[in-house]
């Protein structure tokens, strides 16, 4: 396969939606890579000289080189390892994947950040914003078992952050934000997630993952107070 | 040569949008000819709405009838269609992930600050400038050995040379000089921002930049109303 030594390190965090949607791209494509743990309260030296953009994780370190971002870590691990391709080949389907992607982290994420952020009538507007949002998505998997399409694709890989990161803060939040009876395809896409090897192997343990997110509600209550 | 109808390239934006620009730079590099469809922001055209109907914005590119948003995207589309002409990303995948890192790095974190600094005064303003200076600092300190590492950070730039991350630039600040006019400030001082200024003054050397840029006095024009209308809407 390769043919000198490959050495691929990802700087990532176990409970991190960014961090563990690398982990699936490599996992997919069966690349092996070396899990570094990094405590974002007290950031490693390596991380801070690998990012010292963002000084965030993930990080992928391929021989010593780094590349940050995940929407970019992904993009390029499709560009490098060329086998089980995450974007689809033809351009026009590349560039929608693209802005889905996009559109899940600008707008889906910044928006659901506020529904645990935020209380009352600012949380209900939340929920609110982030329905309207993901009704979008809902549409686009019609007639779909993935949005990729028939099998795992980019943007499936990015929106894992609303299957196992937003739907699960419901459980925390005591707010069903995405109900199945307003969501039905997003609850089958969830499935058939589920049902795929690479995510069951790559998503955080739930109750481990629950108890975390029970416990950073906690930290950020405490804060505002 | 491509034939007429079936790969007929239309961009719909307008005149004043820098995103719009993005392309046009994009389809001009690549020599890509293509009808300018006009966009009234404030009566936007069903074909827009229909075209864009998650963010209902400008630029839309539709090449054979299928419409493609996000300016970004659209010019990794136009590499990825017309291989032929300058490469607008890198073909190495490492080199590649730095133009994307940085012309995401510019979209997000200095095109709405930069805007603040025209749009704003006072207290606001200042707050924009000291924002827009240590955001361009880290471009000069982080981006430029990253983006030019051929050149060991030398930014070098030409017509067949211009990437995604030169053209992202260009719409941001190739009009510093106009700026700097209007505002009474200097955003690029040469002093502080050596390198970025050495770059934003080679982008605006190519032909294609040159031919897409109205006349110095005409964009003091376009950049002074602009100013003036922000102010006495806030």
Redesign the interface.
């Known amino acids: 396969m390769a043919e000198r030594s490959e050495e691929v390190k990802l700087l990532g965090m176990w409970a991190s939606p960014f961090s563990r949607r690398v982990e699936i791209a490599l996992t997919l494509k069966g690349v092996p890579y070396e899990f570094s743990e990094q405590d974002i309260t007290n950031k490693s030296p390596l991380l801070l000289q690998s990012n ?2 963002h000084k965030m994780i993930p990080v992928l370190l ?1 021989n010593g ?1 780094p ?3 995940s ?3 992904l ?2 691990i499709d ?2 390892w060329k086998n089980n391709p995450i974007l689809p080949q033809d ?2 389907d ?3 994947a ?2 889905w992607a ?2 899940v982290d600008e707008q889906v994420y910044v928006t659901a950040m506020k529904v645990v952020g935020k209380v009352g009538v600012e949380r209900d507007a939340a929920v609110e914003a982030t329905r309207d949002l993901l009704k ?1 998505m809902e549409k686009e998997l019609v007639g779909k078992d993935f949005l990729g399409g028939e099998s795992l694709g980019f943007v499936d890989i990015v929106a894992t952050l609303v299957a196992f990161w937003l739907m699960r803060t419901e459980e925390v939040v005591g707010v069903k934000v995405v109900p199945v009876e307003m969501f039905p395809e997003i609850h089958r896409w969830v499935k058939n997630l589920l049902d795929v090897d690479v995510i069951k192997k790559c998503i955080p343990p739930e109750d481990e993952h629950l108890d975390y997110i029970r416990a950073r509600m906690e930290s950020l209550k405490l804060k505002s107070v | 040569m491509e034939e007429e109808t079936g790969n007929k390239v239309i961009l719909h934006g307008t005149f004043m949008s820098p995103y719009s620009k993005r392309v046009e730079l994009a389809l001009k590099l690549k020599s890509i000819p293509y009808l300018f469809v006009q966009e009234d922001l404030h009566n936007k055209s069903q074909t827009l709405l229909q075209y864009n109907p998650v963010h209902k914005k400008v630029p839309v590119l539709v090449h054979k009838g299928k419409p493609i948003s996000e300016s970004l995207f659209i010019i990794e589309y136009i590499h990825e269609t017309w291989r032929n002409g300058p490469q607008l990303l890198p073909q190495d995948p490492y080199k590649r992930s730095k133009v994307r890192f940085w012309a995401s790095y510019i979209q997000l974190h200095l095109f709405d600050v930069v805007m603040k600094v025209v749009k704003t005064e006072g207290e606001e303003q200042e707050k924009a400038i000291t924002e827009v200076k240590e955001k361009l600092s880290i471009v000069e300190k982080e981006g430029l050995k990253e983006i030019f590492s051929d050149t060991d950070g030398e930014p070098t730039v030409t017509n067949e040379s211009m990437s995604l991350v030169d053209i992202v630039m260009c719409t941001l600040l190739s009009p510093y000089k106009a700026h700097e006019e209007v505002l009474g400030m200097k955003i690029v001082d040469p002093e502080t921002l050596p390198g970025v200024y050495c770059w934003l003054n080679a982008i605006n050397e190519t032909d294609v930049v040159k031919d897409l840029t109205p006349p110095y006095e005409q964009v003091l024009e376009i950049l002074r109303t602009f100013r003036q209308m922000s102010l006495s809407r806030s």
């Open positions: 010292p953009v391929h080189k590349i940050s971002e929407l970019v870590i993009e390029y560009d490098t351009p026009y590349r560039a929608i693209r802005f996009r559109f979008l």
